[in-house]
């Protein structure tokens, strides 16, 4: 599955907790800077660069609503990671499956061989 770089941009900027609870928090509907920052124990300015980071990345959008600036998650922006992640989910799930019906193979030749030489050959024993 070929990534733009953008993907990148993504995983960088969802790679901070501070700023994947951000996400999360406007997974839930917009919200002012001041109602981002209330649960945080770190300043404005520092929650204003976390939030160019994520719009930088797409991720959210800021816009003017007479004096209030709210941010809106872009959930769009997040369906490239999503398709990677149930990707590679996919072609490991699709790993495991060869890999288990492998495991049972060696498990009926085992079993095969271990019935064989306990009965020698098919005739038991008296």
């Known amino acids: 599955m070929p990534l733009s770089p953008s993907i990148d941009v993504t995983f960088a900027a969802l ?6 609870a951000i996400v999360e928090r406007l997974a839930s509907g917009d919200a002012t800077v001041l109602e981002l920052a209330a649960p945080f124990d770190i300043s404005l300015p ?4 976390h939030l160019k980071v994520l719009e ?6 800021r ?3 007479a004096q209030r600036r709210p941010c ?16 590679t989910k996919r ?5 495991f499956e060869r ?27 008296r």
Do not use: C
């Open 15 to 20: 790679g901070d907790p501070t700023r994947r």
């Open 46 to 49: 520092a929650i204003s660069r």
């Open 56 to 61: 930088q990345a797409g991720i959210i959008t």
């Open 63 to 65: 816009g003017r609503d």
């Open 72 to 87: 809106r998650l872009r959930p769009e922006a997040l369906q490239q990671v999503t398709a990677w992640a149930e990707h």
């Open 91 to 95: 072609a490991w799930e699709e790993r």
């Open 99 to 125: 890999l288990d019906e492998y495991l049972r193979e060696l498990q009926a030749e085992e079993k095969n061989k271990t019935g064989k030489d306990k009965d020698h050959g098919g005739r038991k024993k």
